[in-house]
């Protein structure tokens, strides 16, 4: 089988949680990129309604970017909660079989 680059990233990562089970601090670890960039927008953002003293929409954009954070990080919480019985039920010799012939496939 084929995997895309999204499927394959997705399969190591899960590998690298069967031997080390995910920690929050590791996930937001993977997640800050996406977080910074949300912050600079929104304080940026905010900062340029504060200037213009429409503080209505910097309080909307501040409650926006401060949402998707805490909304991300609801997600993180819940996939290590539920990580012990993915663990489980995951087939990790198919795992293993699909990374290690997406490996030896030509032109990977």
């Known amino acids: 089988m084929l995997l895309t680059h999204f499927q394959r990233n997705l399969l190591v990562q899960y590998q690298r949680f069967h031997q080390k ?11 800050l990129p996406a977080h910074l960039m949300i912050l600079v927008a929104t304080v940026s953002g905010g900062f340029f309604f504060l200037a213009n003293e429409d503080i209505r929409f910097a309080f909307l954009l501040f409650g926006i970017g401060i949402g998707a954070i805490l909304r991300d990080w609801a997600t993180l919480i819940r996939l290590i909660r539920a990580w012990p019985v993915l ?13 290690q012939s997406e490996d030896e496939t030509p032109n990977h």
């Open 21 to 31: 089970p995910p920690s929050f601090g590791g996930l937001i670890c993977l997640y």
């Open 87 to 99: 663990s489980q039920v995951f087939n990790w010799e198919q795992v293993r079989a699909l990374l």
